[in-house]
Nanobody, 128 residues
């Protein structure tokens, strides 16, 4: 069982930056593919970014390309989502997800069903 915990959320102004972190309790995420999703109240969960550190392959939703970067800390195995030029939007919970089934991830990195483990999320609010 992998327990994920996100951190780094908060309330920021449009144009600001924020870095989210995702840590796994008692283990490193080095051998897992990691994805970030977000969900606003009343809306479906939306894929944001994903990374398979073993293949150095990353995927992003078009709306965040060039502004968000997913990365991994090689020492701690903690995953990060660096967000720049944040745009005003409804508050959303950003969730971290992980899977050790890398073959499935390579087929559908943006699908929620690909991931086996989920954190509770961290809320991000971007005000105008």
């Amino acid at each position: 069982q992998v327990q994920l915990v996100e951190s780094g959320g908060g309330v920021v102004q449009a144009g600001d930056s924020l870095r989210l972190s995702c840590a796994a309790s008692g283990r490193t995420l080095s051998n897992y593919a990691v994805g970030w999703f977000r969900q606003a109240p009343g809306k479906e969960r939306e894929f944001v970014a994903a990374n398979n550190w073993n293949t150095i392959r990353s995927a992003y939703v078009d709306s965040v390309k060039g502004r968000f970067t997913i990365s991994r800390d090689s020492n701690t195995g903690t995953a990060h989502l660096q967000m720049h030029s944040l745009k005003p939007d409804a508050p959303a919970v950003y969730l971290c997800a992980a899977t050790a089934v890398l073959s499935a991830w390579s087929v559908a990195p943006s699908a929620s069903r690909t991931y086996d483990y989920w954190g509770p999320g961290t809320q991000v609010t971007v005000s105008s």
